[in-house]
């Protein structure tokens, strides 16, 4: 507990987190805490899984101590998913105290999101599209907002909601706090941090390995045609207790859990054409452990916490090496164990070179081609860890 307050946050704040069972801050919580609760303006990376939602999330507790009614602190994320992540840890954290947090993202109904702002809110977590379309018809009022949080600004980038973000930060007051949170810092998410941030602090955690360290990262060799007999072989063969399978698209993901099912695996299904209330009472049912493999899309999973799952497989490799880490940080969270599981055919071999070029380590050596109903594995081991961290 004295190790969050030495960060300089208050007792109340480390009370909750000692009774949640956290103790010892993580990199990127003790870098950044001291630099937030300073005012300055942020721009910092972390590696998935690194715990730098609480990096923010604390910081945001302890500078509005008591609810106001007006909201105050502004998150704006890329997906649903994610907001209602910031939201569970938020509302964790801040159980000692009476501050208000609203959801607002698309793919559902208007009314509880507008029932809840005029209720009155001290934190707004948002999706950019959605919060702007409330901001337009006059439904929030961000004239008080003192902190900005842009969490994972490279996928806000990539999915393409600068435009609404822009606009929204347009309508703040300019003495706010602003922090920047993201995967990898390049020249885009400079430019960035350059018209939103004022002389900001930055940061950078673990900047040459951005893979959690606590996965047990595997390749296997398959051709496309081996794929679903392989993925059954593992999943029944395997201590597969919570397994979250990516596929590259919609269909696909559909097609997988068509074949897991009818090998009497209990499967469901996340992607785009499901739709959000479906999606969340999925989510909930998986996280019961009412079944135990989730298939997903990676824009379905962005943003996805739940900390039980085991196996992270990639049925399909993604086409960036960004996206990859993204994926395998699903599992292995807050300083648990986890394995991430690749299928690859000869010609994604150089997807494999990208992500060793990002990530800093080699995980395929010499692979050999691939062996028609042979399938190859390498395995890097990563180092064990025993304490527990917020993730």
């Not at 690194?50 to 910081?59: E, M, N, Q």
């Not at 907001?83 to 609203?102: M, P, S, T, W, Y």
């Not at 996280?287 to 916490?305: H, S, Y």
């Not at 990002?358 to 995980?363: A, Q």
């Amino acid at each position: 507990m004295t190790k969050f307050i030495k960060l300089g946050l208050s007792e109340p704040i480390a009370v909750a987190l000692r009774e949640f069972g956290f103790t010892e801050p993580t990199e990127i919580q003790e870098k950044t805490i001291p630099i937030i609760l300073s005012g300055k303006d942020l721009m910092a990376s972390a590696q998935t899984g690194s715990g730098k939602t609480a990096a923010f999330a604390l910081p945001i507790i302890e500078h509005l101590q008591a609810p106001s009614g007006r909201p105050k602190a502004l998150v704006l994320v890329p997906t649903r998913e994610l907001a209602v992540q910031v939201k569970e840890q938020i509302e964790r954290f801040a159980k000692n105290g009476r501050l208000r947090c609203v959801t607002l993202y698309g793919g559902t109904g208007y009314g509880p999101q507008i029932k809840a702002l005029k209720r009155g809110v001290d934190i707004i977590i948002a999706t950019p599209g959605r919060l702007f379309d409330y901001v337009q018809r006059k439904f929030v009022d961000l004239s008080k907002i003192e902190m900005l949080v842009l969490d994972e600004a490279d996928r806000l980038v990539d999915m393409g909601f600068m435009p609404q973000v822009r606009k929204i930060v347009q309508g703040l007051p300019t003495d706010r706090q602003t922090l920047m949170f993201s995967a990898t810092i390049d020249s885009r998410i400079e430019r960035i941090s350059a018209e939103f941030l004022r002389n900001p602090v930055m940061v950078r955690s673990s900047a040459k390995q951005i893979e959690p360290s606590t996965i047990d990262q595997q390749i296997f060799h398959v051709k496309e045609s081996g794929k679903d007999a392989l993925l059954l072989e593992l999943v029944q063969k395997q201590n597969m207790s919570s397994v979250l399978v990516f596929t590259r698209t919609k269909r696909r993901a559909t097609w997988v859990k068509g074949k897991l099912r009818a090998a009497n695996v209990l499967a469901e299904e996340i992607h785009g054409n499901i739709s959000q209330n479906q999606r969340e009472r999925t989510l909930q049912r998986y996280r019961d452990g009412a079944f135990p493999v989730l298939v997903a899309t990676d824009v379905a999973a962005r943003g996805l916490d739940i900390p039980a799952i085991s196996h992270v497989i990639n049925y399909d490799l993604p086409d960036s090496a960004h996206d990859y880490v993204h994926r395998i940080g699903r599992t292995g969270r807050a300083g648990r164990s986890g394995v991430a599981l690749s299928f690859i055919d000869e010609g994604q071999r150089y997807l494999i070179r990208d992500i060793e070029k990002i990530i800093g380590r080699v995980l395929d050596p010499n692979a050999p081609p691939s062996r028609p109903g042979n399938a190859q594995t390498r395995r890097f081991r990563p180092r064990s860890r025993s304490r527990r961290r917020i993730g």
